[in-house]
């Protein structure tokens, strides 16, 4: 067995020593085990292909199910009386926000932008949040970002009230969480794309569908953080308060809930910036609004046009990250605040003006965006792409062109390793995963594993999955060289920090879409471009990560190492990296979940494997094919998170 | 005392929800955008097909119901089958332009009676697999499919190894390219783009390379403007030789593209459901249209603006008496 071999350093010589080496000893129980089972394995089915006789067809029974749906959808009590009430309420609500912020017009939803910023903020953010409106109207987008922001209001609320009502019943009840807890770890990995289609199949193509979908991807941080801020709370806080005789209810609003706001505050951002991430993914069935216009301009080839679309995004993502990350640090601080505006008063008159702005406006006729005061940006970024790709595609001295670096890529590095994972027998494959989960966590992580990647194979998709799995662990590796290099470089240098932060954050807020077509127009169309697409989206966390970690190595250690002499390098290698091995680690497994998310939206530029008939299962309404993809995305990313997680969880997943 | 509260919380939560969507069945087939009818107009929601001929029919549409008959129109861009469902639940009023999709035309129209037929586009189309002009030009016996393996190197790319490379696009289009090539024993390997956007992109760029390509392509489409290409011809079509799809042996049929109604906006959708009915054009007006949106990147709105000065006598049979 090739496992047994694998032991590691180990300073002890002797059966003794090894035996007691907790990692060679789960080794040589696992390298047992295989020596049990494999030769009974490979005698009953001989080839290294998974066995036909362990799949499960599940083609039949999920056509029958969409036929169902489809022909009930419309009479039976399940739709008439619970679906479509939910459907309905999704529809009013969006409507009526939809209906309030065209009322406001685009000044008095900009005033409001800001003066909601000045009031939980300060005066900067409230700048900031009103040139961001501002400029989605001067992009010409004011209606749909309207759309956008409408779903937004609704899917959000709703995301915050499902989670905060899980998370505080995980809060208080010890069984609840201990259930829930699993549940919500998994629901963090999933990539959204992958489960869009049973939602699009009950609730029909348009917006209730899209709101549930980002309810459901975005309700579970949420719900974890306020489940971890409530169990947080100070022992002793609680105590005092008990000892003063409060009642249950007492408790939890009078202490509890406050000591948690800080978390509960997080829950929000992440929710937030979760739904935001959602708003492009969702107008493949039917959100409309910002997303819709991405996606028509991906269809013309529209590179400018996507941009125009995407950049609102990015900008409601970052005015709304920014505040409600401020609302939380103030929430942490205890400063009195002074001002002749504070409490009611400076909401009243925040209230006041944004009536003011908007009645100026319905008087003055200009509700609606000027149409003159909007700016083309399509065909500048249109001609900057055509220069951009024209003088890298090809033939650059030296380092050669993108389109050979991508050929390059595929031939030498995504061939080998598909290949090489689709010729491990299906076996081989099961107990590496075990070895590498068990190594790194504990036996129940390793089992989820390894169960993980065997329903992977029931289900019939273990090629595809494995084809998948090597563009995953491809675009992996590129991430972490690029990123750990970024990340070391951030560290060293403050102001090339200070530089790349608004890069970063725009790369993680920029919808995929957007940057489809120009990874095409460079890279060709395969996978290649799939697993560029997958890079450019998991480098920001990862550069983060790297840089947090390396920067809060204790000082102290640093100092010492220096005063002995270290060179830069010296220290780097021997202290800081060393030191910041769990914010390594977690760079790693960031890395692998967020690549996973993306190679997925690789099917759109010829990723082909699990990417492409999820896509597929949408575009034809194949539920057979696309839920079966779906789940075995699901699967990979269950294992590829168990298998790089070290045993204690992280706190968030990327944007 | 706590359950009961928490009962009653949970029953008035539930009986607001009811209020709010009116108490009874609720039908969400009878449930329109919540976008739509926001300024108090008349509106139409139109379903945008990814291809730009289809963009080009409902950009054309959408001015003369805006701007001739005062209605406001919402565009929804969903996948074909998709859009099928979508306009059977009232979602879309119309899909101007379908490709054919009989299992979806036995389901919806003549079983379940939610769509009707909407009639011709006046455009007819047609797949096929085609090369470049400037390759069929050097090589003229590529255009028949049996000196294809011949050629099989030449396709070559890193995608599709050894084999030779044919270029599939979109998910969401017909495609029998995968039987095709094992029944025809082509060295070839069918790749997917994933995407239209995605194997444009690819075809333009192989072009400004001036290198050899194969590839699934449809007619009428605005990039043979762009990139001159000659199909390559495959066995003849003939009526029901498409009827094993795991035995196909034949090229892909012409199909006159048609237009479907929900069948309640064909009844009561007044003005508008005429106007769609009226609607047909022929091959080079949706060309016009369509290059100008996509190659010369005005906006859809621009582009039928352009069009519209120019043709007035072929929409004014359009509008209703």
Same mark, same amino acid.
């Given at each position: 067995?090739?496992?047994?071999?694998?032991?590691?350093?180990?300073?002890?010589?002797?059966?003794?020593?090894?035996?007691?080496?907790? =990692?060679?000893?789960?080794?040589?129980?696992?390298?047992?085990?295989?020596?049990?089972?494999?030769?009974?394995?490979?005698?009953?089915?001989?080839?290294?292909?998974?066995?036909?006789?362990?799949?499960?067809?599940?083609?039949?029974?999920?056509?029958?199910?969409?036929?169902?749906?489809?022909?009930?959808?419309?009479?039976?009590?399940?739709?008439?009386?619970?679906?479509?009430?939910?459907?309905?309420?999704?529809?009013?609500?969006?409507?009526?926000?939809?209906?309030?912020?065209?009322?406001?017009?685009?000044?008095?939803?900009?005033?409001?932008?800001?003066?909601?910023?000045?009031?939980?903020?300060?005066?900067?953010?409230?700048?900031?949040?009103?040139?961001?409106?501002?400029?989605?109207?001067?992009?010409?987008?004011?209606?749909?970002?309207?759309?956008?922001?409408?779903?937004?209001?609704?899917?959000?609320?709703?995301?915050?009230?499902?989670?905060?009502?899980?998370?505080?019943?995980?809060?208080?009840?010890?069984?609840?969480?201990?259930?829930?807890?699993?549940?919500?770890?998994?629901?963090?990995?999933?990539?959204?794309?992958?489960?869009?289609?049973?939602?699009?199949?009950?609730?029909?193509?348009?917006?209730?569908?899209?709101?549930?979908?980002?309810?459901?991807?975005?309700?579970?941080?949420?719900?974890?953080?306020?489940?971890?801020?409530?169990?947080?709370?100070?022992?002793?806080?609680?105590?005092?308060?008990?000892?003063?005789?409060?009642?249950?209810?007492?408790?939890?609003?009078?202490?509890?809930?406050?000591?948690?706001?800080?978390?509960?505050?997080?829950?929000?951002?992440?929710?937030?910036?979760?739904?935001?991430?959602?708003?492009?993914?969702?107008?493949?069935?039917?959100?409309?609004?910002?997303?819709?216009?991405?996606?028509?301009?991906?269809?013309?080839?529209?590179?400018?046009?996507?941009?125009?679309?995407?950049?609102?995004?990015?900008?409601?993502?970052?005015?709304?990250?920014?505040?409600?990350?401020?609302?939380?640090?103030?929430?942490?601080?205890?400063?009195?605040?002074?001002?002749?505006?504070?409490?009611?008063?400076? !909401?009243?008159?925040?209230?006041?003006?944004?009536?003011?702005?908007?009645?100026?406006?319905?008087?003055?006729?200009?509700?609606? !965006?000027?149409?003159?005061?909007?700016?083309?940006?399509?065909?500048?970024?249109?001609?900057?792409?055509?220069?951009?790709?024209?003088?890298?595609?090809?033939?650059?001295?030296?380092?050669?062109?993108? +389109?050979?670096?991508?050929?390059?890529?595929?031939?030498?590095?995504?061939?080998?390793?598909?290949?090489?994972?689709?010729?491990?027998?299906?076996?081989?494959?099961?107990?590496?995963?075990?070895?590498?989960?068990?190594?790194?966590?504990?036996?129940?992580?390793?089992?989820?594993?390894?169960?993980?990647?065997?329903?992977?194979?029931?289900?019939?998709?273990?090629?595809?999955?494995?084809?998948?799995?090597?563009?995953?662990?491809?675009?992996?590796?590129?991430?972490?060289?690029?990123?750990?290099?970024?990340?070391?470089?951030? =560290?060293?240098?403050?102001?090339?920090?200070?530089?790349?932060?608004?890069?970063?954050?725009?790369?993680?807020?920029?919808?995929?879409?957007?940057?489809?077509?120009?990874?095409?127009?460079?890279?060709?169309?395969?996978?290649?471009? +799939?697993?560029?697409?997958?890079?450019?989206?998991?480098?920001?966390?990862?550069?983060?990560?790297?840089?947090?970690?390396?920067?809060?190595?204790?000082?102290?250690?640093?100092?010492?190492?220096?005063?002995?002499?270290?060179?830069?390098?010296?220290?780097?290698?021997?202290?800081?990296?060393?030191?910041?091995?769990?914010?390594?680690?977690?760079?790693?497994?960031?890395?692998?979940?967020?690549?996973?998310?993306?190679?997925?939206?690789?099917?759109?530029?010829?990723?082909?494997?699990?990417?492409?008939?999820?896509?597929?299962?949408?575009?034809?309404?194949?539920?057979?094919?696309?839920?079966?993809?779906?789940?075995?995305?699901?699967?990979?990313?269950?294992?590829?998170?168990?298998?790089?997680?070290?045993?204690?969880?992280?706190?968030?997943?990327?944007? | 005392?706590?359950?009961?509260?928490?009962?009653?919380?949970?029953?008035?939560?539930?009986?607001?929800?009811?209020?709010?969507?009116?108490?009874?069945?609720?039908?969400?087939?009878?449930?329109?955008?919540?976008?739509?009818?926001?300024?108090?107009?008349?509106?139409?929601?139109?379903?945008?097909?990814?291809?730009?001929?289809?963009?080009?029919?409902?950009?054309?549409?959408?001015?003369?119901?805006?701007?001739?008959?005062?209605?406001?129109?919402?565009?929804?861009?969903?996948?074909?089958?998709?859009?099928?469902?979508?306009?059977?639940?009232?979602?879309?009023?119309?899909?101007?332009?379908?490709?054919?999709?009989?299992?979806?035309?036995?389901?919806?129209?003549?079983?379940?009676?939610?769509?009707?037929?909407?009639?011709?586009?006046?455009?007819?189309?047609?797949?096929?697999?085609?090369?470049?002009?400037?390759?069929?030009?050097?090589?003229?016996?590529?255009?028949?499919?049996?000196?294809?393996?011949?050629?099989?190197?030449?396709?070559?790319?890193?995608?599709?190894?050894?084999?030779?490379?044919?270029?599939?696009?979109?998910?969401?289009?017909?495609?029998?390219?995968?039987?095709?090539?094992?029944?025809?024993?082509?060295?070839?390997?069918?790749?997917?783009?994933?995407?239209?956007?995605?194997?444009?992109?690819?075809?333009?760029?192989?072009?400004?390379?001036?290198?050899?390509?194969?590839?699934?392509?449809?007619?009428?489409?605005?990039?043979?403007?762009?990139?001159?290409?000659?199909?390559?011809?495959?066995?003849?079509?003939?009526?029901?030789?498409?009827?094993?799809?795991?035995?196909?042996?034949?090229?892909?049929?012409?199909?006159?593209?048609?237009?479907?109604?929900?069948?309640?906006?064909?009844?009561?959708?007044?003005?508008?459901?005429?106007?769609?009915?009226?609607?047909?054009?022929?091959?080079?007006?949706?060309?016009?249209?369509?290059?100008?949106?996509?190659?010369?990147?005005?906006?859809?709105?621009?582009?039928?603006?352009?069009?519209?000065?120019?043709?007035?006598?072929?929409?004014?049979?359009?509008?209703?008496?």
């Amino acid at each position: 067995m090739a496992t047994a071999t694998a032991s590691g350093p180990v300073r002890d010589t002797g059966i003794g020593a090894l035996l007691r080496h907790r =990692a060679v000893a789960k080794l040589l129980l696992l390298a047992l085990a295989a020596a049990v089972l494999v030769p009974i394995v490979s005698a009953k089915w001989a080839s290294g292909a998974w066995p036909h006789a362990l799949t499960v067809d599940l083609t039949e029974p999920l056509g029958r199910t969409s036929d169902w749906i489809i022909d009930n959808r419309d009479s039976h009590p399940l739709f008439t009386y619970f679906f479509g009430h939910v459907s309905n309420a999704i529809v009013l609500s969006v409507r009526g926000v939809y209906l309030v912020l065209l009322a406001a017009g685009w000044a008095g939803v900009t005033v409001a932008a800001g003066l909601i910023a000045w009031r939980v903020a300060g005066v900067r953010l409230a700048v900031t949040a009103s040139a961001a409106f501002a400029a989605c109207g001067l992009l010409g987008m004011w209606v749909p970002t309207m759309q956008t922001l409408a779903l937004m209001v609704v899917a959000v609320l709703a995301s915050i009230v499902i989670g905060a009502l899980l998370g505080l019943a995980g809060g208080l009840n010890d069984r609840v969480f201990r259930i829930l807890r699993p549940v919500l770890d998994t629901m963090q990995v999933l990539p959204a794309y992958a489960y869009l289609l049973p939602f699009a199949l009950i609730f029909g193509m348009g917006v209730p569908a899209a709101v549930i979908a980002t309810v459901v991807y975005a309700a579970p941080p949420m719900a974890r953080l306020t489940a971890l801020g409530l169990r947080g709370a100070d022992g002793g806080v609680l105590e005092a308060v008990t000892s003063l005789g409060a009642t249950g209810r007492q408790r939890l609003f009078s202490a509890r809930l406050p000591l948690a706001a800080k978390q509960l505050l997080l829950g929000v951002n992440q929710t937030i910036m979760m739904a935001l991430s959602m708003a492009v993914i969702a107008s493949v069935i039917g959100a409309g609004g910002l997303g819709d216009r991405v996606y028509q301009a991906l269809s013309t080839v529209d590179v400018g046009q996507a941009l125009a679309g995407g950049i609102p995004i990015v900008l409601l993502a970052v005015v709304l990250d920014r505040v409600t990350a401020a609302a939380g640090e103030k929430a942490g601080a205890h400063g009195q605040d002074t001002s002749a505006l504070r409490g009611w008063r400076g !909401w009243s008159v925040a209230a006041a003006v944004t009536v003011a702005a908007a009645l100026a406006a319905r008087f003055a006729d200009r509700l609606e !965006w000027p149409t003159d005061w909007v700016v083309n940006i399509a065909p500048s970024v249109n001609t900057a792409k055509e220069w951009m790709v024209d003088h890298l595609y090809t033939g650059v001295p030296v380092v050669g062109g993108t +389109a050979d670096w991508a050929s390059h890529f595929t031939t030498w590095v995504l061939n080998p390793v598909r290949d090489g994972l689709q010729g491990l027998p299906w076996w081989a494959a099961l107990l590496i995963v075990a070895a590498l989960a068990w190594l790194i966590g504990t036996w129940q992580t390793a089992l989820t594993a390894v169960a993980a990647m065997a329903a992977i194979g029931v289900f019939g998709v273990w090629d595809k999955s494995l084809d998948t799995l090597a563009q995953v662990l491809a675009g992996v590796a590129v991430t972490l060289v690029l990123g750990f290099a970024i990340g070391i470089a951030a =560290a060293r240098s403050t102001r090339f920090e200070r530089l790349l932060r608004p890069v970063l954050d725009v790369f993680q807020t920029l919808p995929q879409f957007v940057y489809l077509i120009p990874v095409v127009a460079l890279f060709g169309i395969g996978r290649a471009p +799939a697993v560029a697409a997958a890079v450019v989206y998991a480098l920001p966390a990862v550069v983060r990560i790297t840089t947090q970690g390396l920067r809060e190595v204790d000082a102290a250690a640093m100092e010492s190492s220096r005063s002995l002499g270290a060179t830069s390098w010296q220290l780097l290698r021997k202290v800081q990296l060393p030191l910041a091995r769990p914010a390594l680690l977690l760079a790693l497994n960031q890395g692998v979940v967020l690549v996973l998310a993306v190679v997925v939206i690789g099917g759109l530029v010829g990723g082909g494997a699990l990417g492409y008939d999820v896509v597929f299962g949408i575009a034809q309404g194949d539920l057979a094919t696309g839920l079966v993809a779906g789940v075995a995305i699901v699967c990979l990313g269950l294992m590829l998170d168990r298998v790089t997680q070290p045993t204690e969880r992280r706190v968030k997943k990327g944007a | 005392m706590r359950t009961r509260t928490r009962v009653m919380s949970a029953v008035t939560a539930g009986g607001a929800l009811l209020a709010l969507s009116g108490c009874g069945a609720a039908d969400m087939t009878k449930q329109a955008s919540p976008y739509a009818n926001a300024e108090g107009a008349k509106t139409v929601t139109l379903s945008v097909q990814s291809w730009v001929g289809a963009q080009a029919d409902v950009a054309v549409a959408e001015y003369l119901l805006k701007n001739e008959l005062g209605y406001r129109v919402d565009k929804v861009q969903i996948d074909e089958v998709p859009a099928w469902d979508a306009l059977s639940q009232g979602r879309v009023d119309a899909i101007l332009e379908d490709w054919g999709h009989p299992e979806q035309e036995q389901r919806y129209v003549k079983d379940k009676k939610t769509i009707v037929r909407g009639g011709d586009v006046g455009v007819t189309g047609h797949i096929g697999w085609y090369v470049p002009t400037y390759f069929a030009k050097k090589h003229p016996d590529v255009t028949d499919w049996k000196n294809l393996n011949k050629y099989a190197d030449q396709f070559k790319t890193s995608e599709s190894g050894s084999k030779g490379q044919l270029m599939d696009g979109s998910p969401s289009y017909v495609t029998n390219d995968k039987a095709l090539v094992k029944n025809l024993g082509l060295d070839y390997e069918v790749v997917f783009a994933g995407s239209e956007a995605a194997q444009i992109t690819q075809i333009e760029q192989f072009a400004k390379q001036k290198k050899p390509f194969l590839t699934y392509w449809y007619k009428p489409q605005w990039l043979f403007e762009k990139v001159p290409m000659t199909e390559v011809k495959l066995p003849a079509y003939k009526e029901g030789c498409d009827a094993d799809p795991a035995k196909i042996k034949c090229a892909y049929p012409h199909t006159p593209l048609q237009k479907y109604f929900n069948a309640d906006f064909a009844k009561k959708g007044g003005e508008a459901a005429e106007f769609l009915k009226n609607f047909r054009w022929s091959e080079e007006d949706q060309n016009e249209v369509s290059l100008m949106i996509a190659d010369k990147k005005m906006s859809p709105d621009a582009a039928a603006k352009s069009w519209i000065k120019k043709n007035e006598s072929t929409w004014r049979a359009w509008l209703p008496e």
